[in-house]
């Protein structure tokens, strides 16, 4: 069978890929200097709210251009202070100033609205949606600054039944053929299949007339990279709450970062789930080991027999030990993305690579697509939610893919080296 994406071959063309970063990148080693939040190389002119006035708009847009980021959506006005408040009026109004400012950041004004997220700024709900916001702006910016080619497109969208979202999407970049990062804040009754869906999973929920008042948010990416020595990567953070008929709340966490390497890289495999481990380990020394064998579990093509890539970490349904530290488990866990993963890009961005090793990533991509298409728990959530925008759940394939009539690699070959792993899942980081 041969399932066309833009283009199933791909093994032809330049093998010297458009390096950025110069040679010396590829022979830099992993650092995780850049911080949980920050960006590679400082992040010099990304934050415009943080320029004096002297620098004004030009050189925020200039800064901007720079990053090749480009933004559709009109950012958050600033509201002035007003003069000579007093003690806790002067703190409320100061709090709005920074709620404000962390907007202004963002890659487009929040879902929910700048006023609705000021009348409820302690609910999990609109900490959670800042959060997500902010994760997004911080991967785009650090993948733009990576590559320094093509622009991200900021594409707000609506969804009539409550909500929308934000999907922020580079591609034929100089390193990323297809990079997406998005936000979606979505509300309104849950379809009687994502009911059963979740029912499937353990939950009891009470519907009345057949209908299920749900809340859901979160950010997700999937970026793929032109060089087959630099990895594929996967994160999603979400938070979902829902009513039942009786008027009782449930509400739960979820996510997780994976990473899907072509050919195998140790070193690499070594940063990666040490950076995850270090998030998890903030919280409990436990959680660690526990989501990375989920995550192993869970991206498993059952049809193959193998996993998807080298795993990560993955959770669902967390509602312990309470709401606050799940939310600030999952920011650990939403900052630890970029120094995982923007480190090993950087030192693969400008590696040489052969018609063969461009051939068996496509065919690693189609293992890709399948397991999103059959299995992924998400994408069958967005397909049965009433008013779900397609283009932003499929976002997460690739432009380019292959599958080729009973393709098994030599023995003792690097091809036949990561299949070994994707059998049988190995401990990185003991």
């Known amino acids: 069978m041969s399932l066309l994406l833009r283009g199933a071959g791909g093994a032809r063309g330049a093998l010297r890929p458009c390096c950025p970063w110069g040679r010396a990148a590829s022979r830099r080693g992993l650092s995780s ?8 190389g400082g992040g010099a002119g990304v934050r415009p709210g943080r320029r004096s006035l002297l620098a004004g708009l030009a050189g925020a847009a200039a800064a901007l251009a720079g990053l090749g980021l480009a933004r559709r959506a009109e950012m958050v006005s600033r509201e002035p202070v007003a003069p000579s408040l007093g003690g806790e009026e002067a703190a409320a109004e100061e709090e709005e100033d920074e709620l404000s400012r962390r907007c202004g950041d963002f890659m487009a004004p929040p879902v929910s609205g700048l006023r609705e997220l000021r009348s409820r700024r302690q609910d999990v709900r609109s900490r959670m949606e800042m959060l997500i916001m902010e994760t997004q702006s911080q991967v785009c910016r650090a993948l733009a600054q990576v590559d320094r080619g093509a622009a991200f497109t900021v594409d707000r969208w609506e969804r009539k039944e409550g909500g929308g979202g934000i999907s922020c999407v580079l591609q034929d970049g100089n390193i990323f053929e297809k990079a997406g990062v998005n936000v979606s804040v979505v509300s309104g009754h849950l379809s009687e299949e994502a009911v059963q869906q979740m029912r499937s999973r353990g939950k009891t929920l009470k519907t009345k007339n057949g209908k299920l008042p749900f809340c859901a948010m979160g950010v997700s990416s999937v970026i793929h990279p032109k060089n087959p020595h630099v990895p594929t990567i996967h994160f999603n953070y979400r938070y979902f709450e829902i009513e039942e008929a009786d008027g009782t709340k449930q509400w739960w966490f979820g996510g997780g970062t994976d990473l899907t390497p072509t050919y195998l890289n140790e070193e690499d495999a070594v ?10 380990d903030q919280h409990n020394p436990e959680l660690y080991p526990k989501y990375k064998k989920w995550c192993d579990d869970y991206f498993y093509i059952k049809h193959r027999g193998e996993r998807r890539g080298i795993g990560g970490i993955f959770f669902d349904d967390l509602d312990s030990p309470s709401k606050e530290e799940a939310f600030q488990f999952v920011q650990s866990c939403a ?11 950087k030192k693969h961005s400008c590696d040489s690579f052969t018609p063969e090793e461009k051939l068996w990533q496509q065919l690693r991509r189609g293992r890709y697509v399948e397991f999103n298409l ?3 728990r998400g994408t069958k959530f967005g397909l049965a939610t009433p008013g779900s925008r397609i283009e932003s759940i499929l976002m997460s394939l690739p432009l380019t893919a292959r599958w080729q009539y009973m393709h098994t690699p030599p023995e003792k070959s690097r091809e036949a080296e990561i299949l070994e792993v994707l059998r049988n899942p190995k ?3 003991h």
């Open 33 to 40: 200097s850049s911080g949980a939040g920050g960006l590679p």
């Open 271 to 280: 940063h990666f789930h040490k950076t995850l481990k270090e998030a998890c």
């Open 335 to 345: 900052k630890a993305v970029v120094p995982c993963y923007v480190p090993i890009v």
């Open 374 to 376: 059959v299995y992924d």
């Open 427 to 429: 401990d990185w980081v």
